[in-house]
């Protein structure tokens, strides 16, 4: 028993020196091997190069993006008059806008992913611990939501509502947190049979604790992946709204008004559709590129 | 005799099935039905069955990680099977779990300091931060880990090392029951023997009772005072592991031995084998009377009508079978 | 079980190993599975591979059968019945293997066919191996269920896998590892997910399906006594390479090298009461950061200087020719016994 007791000075020393050596946790070796991942790491630099000249556009240019130049109308890009991108049908010069679009693409893409995400996890989460009956109504629930039509569901708040910039995020989030609510109920019925659940349990660990002690840093993982995979989907989602004139409007603009209006004037202006499907081409991408590296680097068996 | 600890009688754990076809009744799985044993203070009774004998669920039913159907688990005079969740709180700290896979009990988001630390945080929320490490660390030293290990994690452990943590888990409240659930049946032969000498030496200086169940009767047989063997849900023989091992009443009990494997030679191929014929039967519809019958050598039509009662059958009072014909 | 003789070396070994070293490259390093392994198996022999996780056991045969993953670079030779399998093209492979070297894993599910009848998984392996006709093949394979005393074999020809127990399972495995009377069946721990009691069943099967002497066993087993009731030698790993081996009766009974002593020491015996148990200190090897001496040193209580430093060749232990281990040491002081027994 006197093992038990008030050990002497020298443990002391030693639980100081412990606090000094580090292990090495499931996220560091993640990060490691994510930052060896040559793929995902040059799409990290991409994605924070296209962010940070998002943020800094209206500084880069003398023009503000919804500035009309009628004497500058449909011009092609132009070093000399600083139109890099070139303009558009109304003067409007065609990289302010572009990352101006930027903004309100990645915004919409941030926003809505973590409405999805703060709603989907509740959602799942709950219904994965509980399970039972209570389980089973949930899901229900989600296979209802899940079998209307995206577009259909829209157009009928469009014209319940009206158009609004709010609407767009209801919309798109309303249908991405079903996916995410999926994924966190299956991991969590599957973490919740875990024997280390079980002996905390046994410990007398209550149930709040649990969930948040154990599933849900546990659950972290898997939904960090899946929210790097839904932010290009919001993304392209909103594009799709807005080429259709269900979602941004002028003169405030995004990647899939810019894409609109290119695609209307394809053959005389070729740049005005190049220059902003080439951005959401390569940010769409740069995500994706993260989201399999995440993966790979969370959790590296399943490849 | 001892003072005892906890008495299980008549344990039954039945778990609902759904049937076949669609308006099928659920059907009773009868994984525990009608266990009864006593465990003393400072000693370790061991378990012993093959897969779907129920060795698992009576653990879990013990610890209440499942509900019994019947029956009663009376801890130090209290009723546990009937306890809330709240009420049943503070007993908790009393009574512990080792399980099977060492890796999997242990939460790999989490050092080993906050892994063994977090019962003491239920069980003793009143200490200081300050005194809660210094036991962890005291704990860890005790099963043979450097308190330096705190802020690591279970992945950089072997699995050995690993068992040693869940060991310094169940132990840090200073339990009085420990229950090893296949504890070391997942570990190499030689991190194997490292661990059994570990429980011996905490079980010696901590003053525990240990169940240790387990599918390896040499295992059992060396840690254990007495020995409980089970089959289908049901006790088959109860005694002195001396006894059971030696003077085995039951034809099971019989057969269990001889089919285990001695390392060595000389000895293996000289023995006698009392070879069962088929498995184990379905616990969904185990056979009437004695559930062993099936497979026994020594079955008449009596053991298909009347299940035999778990009462001593030689000269030993503590050695008990449930068999009609046993050997004795 | 049937006690066999050892018997006298075969001039010419049906598997021959020879310097066998398997690394595995992942992204964390190289992971040296197996180091410089040899060993021989004569014809009708039962050999015995006894290793703890990590010794290299089941990938030196799933390197014998081509079936290692594909991180996995291998050197040096291995020559069953004179043909080199290292190397050689899945043409030669399948020639060989599933005909003339067949392998029973621990979990049958994973080597039979799920969504195929039984009786179809036996027939067609005779059909395409032997160039039976389907009523020959029909015949043969309900002969080789019964012979695995499977009951009613003829009506579960038509079963699925999943309608088979674990034991009912494992004897269809058997039988289907013993149908084309091959040279070599490699046995992977064929019993370790199954009861005692079905164990023993299977154990006895195996025993006696390979009687005849025409097919060599080695049977991969991480239990002594498993090893220790089948086998005529027995050869111990660790970290991937060869500690001892010699004549099962023999090595059991006087262990040479200080890692087969101690984990003769580890086990409990049910045929003896009390003792201590006197484990191995220290933890597994670590395959991708091995000593360079000897890979058992960090946990040897005998070690001494030399053992860091020089990496100890298998040499004769014993007078016997064939028992051999890879020790510096030259003999143990005291004789071997069980504390306390």
Request: proline share 7%; glycine share 8%.
């Amino acid at each position: 028993m006197s093992t038990l007791e008030t050990p002497g000075g020298g443990r002391g020393r030693l639980i100081e020196e412990a606090a000094r050596v580090r292990g090495r946790s499931l996220w560091d070796d993640a990060r490691a091997r994510l930052l060896a991942n040559k793929a995902a790491l040059s799409s990290l630099i991409v994605l924070g190069i296209i962010a940070i000249l998002a943020l800094f556009a209206p500084l880069l240019s003398p023009y503000g993006y919804d500035e009309v130049m009628f004497d500058r109308i449909t011009i092609p890009p132009d070093f000399s008059r600083a139109h890099w991108f070139g303009t558009d049908g109304l003067g409007r010069d065609l990289f302010v806008r572009t990352l101006h679009g930027a903004r309100v693409s990645l915004a919409v893409g941030v926003v809505a992913t973590l409405v999805s995400l703060v709603i989907g996890v509740a959602y799942g989460a709950t219904a994965g611990f509980i399970g039972g009956r209570v389980d089973e109504l949930m899901m229900r629930v989600v296979d209802v939501l899940y079998a209307l039509p995206f577009i259909f569901f829209v157009i009928i708040l469009v014209v319940i509502f009206g158009k609004n910039f709010i609407l767009l995020f209801v919309a798109i989030g309303a249908v991405e947190w079903l996916t995410m609510a999926r994924i966190v109920r299956g991991q969590t019925i599957s973490l919740k049979e875990r024997e280390f659940i079980e002996a905390a349990r046994a410990s007398g660990v209550g149930t709040f604790a649990i969930i948040r002690t154990h599933i849900l840093p546990n659950l972290l993982g898997p939904v960090v992946v899946y929210v790097t995979l839904t932010i290009p989907q919001v993304i392209l989602a909103e594009s799709f709204l807005s080429f259709l004139g269900l979602g941004i409007q002028e003169p405030l603009t995004s990647w899939g008004v810019l894409i609109s209006e290119g695609a209307i004037n394809m053959e005389t202006a070729p740049w005005m559709l190049a220059f902003p499907a080439a951005f959401m081409a390569i940010t769409l991408f740069c995500f994706n590129f993260i989201g399999d590296g995440l993966r790979d680097a969370i959790d590296p068996k399943t490849r | 005799m001892r003072e005892t600890l906890l008495e299980v009688s008549d344990l039954r754990v039945h778990f609902p099935v759904r049937g076949q076809g669609l308006f099928a009744r659920p059907r009773p799985l009868r994984a525990v039905d009608g266990v009864s044993f006593t465990v003393h203070a400072g000693e370790t009774l061991g378990i012993v069955g093959e897969s779907g004998s129920g060795k698992s669920t009576i653990a879990r039913a013990i610890l209440r990680l499942n509900t019994p159907t019947g029956g009663r688990v009376v801890w130090l005079g209290t009723d546990i099977a009937r306890l809330s969740e709240h009420a049943l709180r503070p007993l908790r700290r009393d009574l512990q779990i080792i399980f099977q896979d060492p890796l999997a009990s242990l939460d790999p988001r989490m050092t080993v300091g906050d892994i063994v630390a977090e019962p003491l945080t239920v069980a003793e929320p009143e200490l200081t931060r300050e005194a809660r490490r210094e036991r962890v660390a005291a704990m860890l030293d005790l099963v043979g880990l450097s308190p330096q290990m705190v802020n690591r994690y279970p992945h950089e452990f072997s699995g050995g090392q690993c068992q040693r943590i869940g060991i310094a888990r169940a132990m840090v409240v200073r339990p009085r029951l420990v229950l090893c659930d296949e504890a070391v049946s997942s570990l190499d032969v030689s991190i194997q023997a490292q661990i059994i000498n570990l429980l011996k030496r905490l079980q010696r200086e901590m003053g525990l009772s240990l169940i240790f169940i387990s599918h390896d009767l040499s295992v059992v047989r060396h840690i254990s005072d007495r020995i409980l063997v089970l089959y289908l849900g049901r006790v088959m023989e109860l005694g002195p592991a001396e006894r059971v091992i030696g003077l085995a009443h039951h034809p099971y009990t019989a057969a269990l031995i001889s089919a285990v494997p001695v390392p060595d030679p000389a000895v293996e191929r000289g023995r006698p084998r009392l070879l069962l014929e088929g498995e184990i039967p379905s616990p969904l519809d185990p056979p009437s009377g004695c559930v062993f019958r099936t497979r026994c050598p020594k079955a008449q039509a009596r053991c298909a009508a009347e299940v035999p009662a778990l009462v001593p059958r030689g000269t030993d009072e503590a050695h008990l079978a449930a068999c009609h014909f046993p050997n004795i | 079980m049937t006690p066999s003789t050892p018997r006298p070396a075969d001039p010419a070994p049906v598997l021959a190993i020879e310097d066998l070293r398997i690394r595995f490259v992942t992204r964390d390093g190289a992971v040296r599975a197996v180091n410089g392994l040899s060993l021989s198996v004569g014809r009708g022999e039962t050999l015995g591979i006894v290793g703890e996780s990590g010794s290299g056991k089941s990938q030196t045969f799933l390197a014998a059968m081509g079936l290692l993953a594909r991180n996995a670079r291998v050197e040096g030779s291995i020559r069953f019945e004179g043909r080199e399998m290292i190397g050689a093209g899945p043409r030669a492979l399948n020639a060989v293997r599933g005909k003339r070297m067949t392998m029973i894993f621990q979990d049958p599910m994973t080597s039979l066919t799920p969504h195929m009848r039984i009786g179809r998984q036996l027939t067609e392996v005779l059909e395409h191996h032997e160039g039976l006709s389907r009523e020959a093949a029909r015949a043969r394979a309900v002969e080789m269920l019964e012979l695995a005393r499977i009951p009613d074999a003829r009506a579960r020809l038509a079963s699925y896998p999943h309608e088979f127990s674990g034991g009912m399972r494992q004897r269809v495995m058997i039988a289907l590892a013993l149908l084309t009377n091959p040279a070599l069946v490699i046995a992977d721990e064929p019993t370790t997910a199954l009861d005692v009691t079905v164990q023993a069943q299977i154990l006895a099967l195996l025993a006696r399906m390979t009687a005849s002497g025409e097919t060599s066993v080695i049977l991969i087993s991480h239990d002594l006594g498993v090893i220790a009731g089948l086998c005529d030698r027995v050869v111990v790993m660790y970290a991937g390479e060869v500690m001892e081996e010699g004549p099962a009766e023999a090595l059991f009974a006087n262990p040479q090298h200080p890692y087969t002593r101690g984990l003769l020491r580890s086990v409990p015996r049910l045929d003896r009461a009390g003792g201590d148990l006197v484990p191995i200190a220290g933890q597994p090897p670590d395959l991708e950061a091995l000593p360079p001496g000897c890979p058992f040193a960090p946990r040897c209580p005998h070690v001494f200087d030399r053992c860091h430093t020089e990496h100890p060749a298998l040499r004769p232990a014993a007078a016997v020719p064939s028992w051999r281990k890879a020790c510096h040491l030259d003999g143990f002081e005291t004789p071997p016994q069980r504390e306390g027994a």
